[in-house]
């Protein structure tokens, strides 16, 4: 079982850089979502959706866009990297409601200079 | 809106010791609570949950965890902490849809 697979572990950027982190996931889950984590901060919510052609704005979504063409796949864009966005990116999937249990991918570790 | 605190940002025990990480958590009605765990490099795996019922919840490697709603309180706990415990431990609440992290307690283990 593939689960949540983030496409690529690691990136390195140059400042106004853009890029797309993939993220698919093969358990047919309706809501899937971005997060990145910053030491002591946990992971934030970025951007979530709640199937295809729904997306909505996390509690961190200021330079990322996402969409959501096909139920398995959820990229996330960044289209103007700043150093500010360094950081460790986790996208994750779940069936819909709070009392799913989310999976998580194994990560995407971004660095900007 | 919903938030979470672990006020212990690491924590260092024997191995064999036993262990309680602390979680308290601000929502207005009755929460889904989750424990996650990270170990290095890796990404989350989930320890336990609670939706509703019995207050004391049962995972997995040995974690059990305990709701106290007077406290808004879910502390996750380990009788005997093994070397392999070593990890981050992640404590998060689920409003609807949006599920949020408190900051994390790294734990250390002494052999």
């Known amino acids: 079982n593939a689960g949540v697979t983030q496409t690529p572990k690691f990136q390195v950027l140059k400042t106004g850089q853009s890029m797309t982190l993939q993220c698919a996931q093969d358990?047919?889950?309706?809501?899937m979502s971005w997060y990145r984590q910053d030491p002591g901060m946990g992971l934030r919510l970025i951007h979530y959706s709640v199937g295809a052609g729904i997306t909505d704005q996390g509690e961190v979504p200021n330079g990322y866009n996402v969409s959501r063409s096909t139920t398995e796949d959820f990229p996330l864009r960044l289209l103007s990297a700043a150093p500010s966005q360094t950081s460790v990116y986790f996208c994750a999937s779940s069936r819909q409601g709070g009392r799913n249990i989310q999976y998580f991918g194994a990560g995407t570790r971004l660095s900007v200079l | 809106a919903q938030s979470v605190t672990q006020p212990d940002i690491h924590i260092t025990v024997s191995e064999g010791a036993s262990l309680e990480l602390r979680c308290n958590y601000s929502y207005g009605a009755t929460p889904y609570l989750f424990w996650y765990v990270q170990s290095p490099g890796q990404g989350l795996q989930l320890l336990l949950k609670y939706f509703s019922g019995d207050t004391l919840v049962q995972g997995i490697k040995g974690f059990e965890a305990e709701f106290k709603r007077s406290q808004s309180s879910f502390n996750l706990r380990k009788p005997s902490v093994h070397w392999s415990d070593a990890a981050e431990y992640f404590c998060?609440?689920?409003?609807?849809?949006?599920?949020?992290f408190g900051g994390g307690t790294r734990l250390m283990v002494k052999p």
């Open positions: 998060a609440v689920n409003a609807g849809n949006m599920l949020t």
């Open positions: 358990m047919n889950h309706e809501y």
